[in-house]
């Protein structure tokens, strides 16, 4: 689960191939639905504007991004140095995303 940090949150439910990301206003009720592609959601969170799902999948290495406007894939945002490690995301105020890997000491930050 995400938030925009303001009005609505996103909430991942496990589909395979393809998960459902849920976004839902204050109050519960659904405002969108979106289909990431690359399997598994393991991570995520949204840009303080609401335009752009970050997202990591099970055992990949690549930071997803998806247009929640458009509902459509955009190309991926980077490719970590491990898989499967990245214990946390974050979506800062200036539209950069964070990454922990703790297995590898070490916190990335991605513009």
Known sequence: MTSNREDAFYIETTGLPTPTVTKYDVGGNI???YNPTGGFITLMCVSPDDAILYYSVLSGTAIKRWDVVNNVAMSDLTTLPAAGNQ?????????????LIPSLYRVLRYS
Not at 87 to 99: F, H, K, P, R
């Open 31 to 33: 405002l969108a639905t």
């Open 87 to 99: 214990t946390e995301m974050l979506c800062l105020a200036d539209g950069s995303v964070v990454i």
